[in-house]
């Protein structure tokens, strides 16, 4: 009957509405997670380590610099060694270049007398840009507040200086334990190359890291479904 025709081409024209939307959105969505991921690791497409983050050596920091695919590298050092308050934070020490402050999302270029913190530090122990804190025996200031998009987590207190100083803080006989790598292209030759450098060399490539392949995968797969 005319109804019943009727009827049937307004479900499948709804239908075919509902399903472009979900399309869209699914889209979007998985836009908005590679934007977000892309805002997590900023300029970095490599970063390298040891398991342990211990200290690299000048010379093999030197070698991967000479590789022609890499553009530009940040270095820094991180340790869960420094404590504020009493309490243990997520410390890195910056060499002040652009990579590390994207990455981290802070602006200041520090000296050795000055820390930059993230707002969950900031309010835990009401810090504000202007005072000082007392870390070891060090007197600092606090010359920034940043974000906390930096981590993932947001109740990680931070606290960001100079890699010197969190050498001297932490008493270890190296700054740098962290490479941070902007590349032209070929990503996973230029990891390959970097681990024959040294086999124990942690190396994590922003585009394979499995969590962010396996969250794109789930969109792509939805959009094809």
Do not use: P, W
């Not at 930096?150 to 008493?171: G, H, N, P, W």
């Not at 922003?206 to 794109?216: G, N, R, S």
């Amino acid at each position: 009957s005319k109804l019943l025709t009727i009827s049937c081409f307004f479900s499948v024209f709804i239908g075919t509405i509902l399903i472009i939307q979900m399309f869209n959105l699914s889209l979007s969505a998985a836009g908005s997670y590679e934007k977000e991921m892309r805002y997590l690791y900023e300029d970095c497409d490599i970063a390298v380590s040891y398991t342990d983050f211990g200290g690299i050596k000048e010379e093999l920091i030197d070698e991967i610099m000479n590789i022609k695919t890499v553009s530009k590298i940040g270095t820094l050092m991180y340790s869960n060694e420094l404590s504020i308050n009493g309490a243990y934070v997520y410390a890195i020490g910056t060499d002040n270049s652009e990579m590390v402050k994207s990455r981290y999302h802070f602006t200041k270029n520090l000296n050795e007398d000055q820390i930059a913190i993230n707002e969950v530090l900031a309010k835990v122990d009401n810090y504000n840009v202007g005072d000082y804190i007392l870390v070891g025996d060090k007197r600092l200031e606090v010359v920034e507040v940043f974000e906390d998009g930096a981590m993932s987590d947001s109740s990680i207190e931070m606290a960001i200086v100079k890699k010197e100083t969190l050498q001297e803080l932490t008493k270890k006989d190296y700054n740098i334990n962290i490479l941070m790598i902007k590349a032209e292209k070929n990503l996973d030759n230029l990891s390959y190359e970097i681990r024959r450098m040294d086999n124990k060399f942690n190396v994590l490539v922003f585009e394979t890291d499995e969590a962010y392949k396996d969250a794109v995968s789930s969109f792509q797969v939805f959009i094809i479904v």
